[in-house]
């Protein structure tokens, strides 16, 4: 059964930053496709960030609003994605979840805020 268990998130000030991490367990972890999205309140899911296996290059993507900002990595031995998070801005704040393209499960989401 697949888990993700997200930490890491916590109240910044803008211009801050925070260091998003997600454990995964139940897959072969470095041959998947790891995600971050975020979902604010009164807004859909979003994709914010990807990073392909190592196999496929464990090339990146980012949504255009978090594009030189936003980083994300992953260690496979510590079947860990993480988001690093710099120069933040208010429109960041959301819950952020991580996920395994592909599959259903979702994590309970780690709470990032970010005051003016």
Known sequence: QVQLVESGGGLVQAGGSLRLSCVASGIIFSSKTMEWYRQAPG?????????????????????????????????????????????????????YFCHVRDYTNWGQGTQVTVSS
């Open 43 to 95: 807004k859909q899911r979003e994709l914010v960030a990807s990073i392909t296996s190592v196999f496929r290059g464990g090339r990146t993507n980012y949504a255009d609003s978090v594009k030189g900002r936003f980083t994300i990595s992953r260690d496979n031995a510590k079947t860990t994605v993480y988001l690093q998070m710099n120069s933040l801005k208010p429109e960041d704040t959301a819950v």
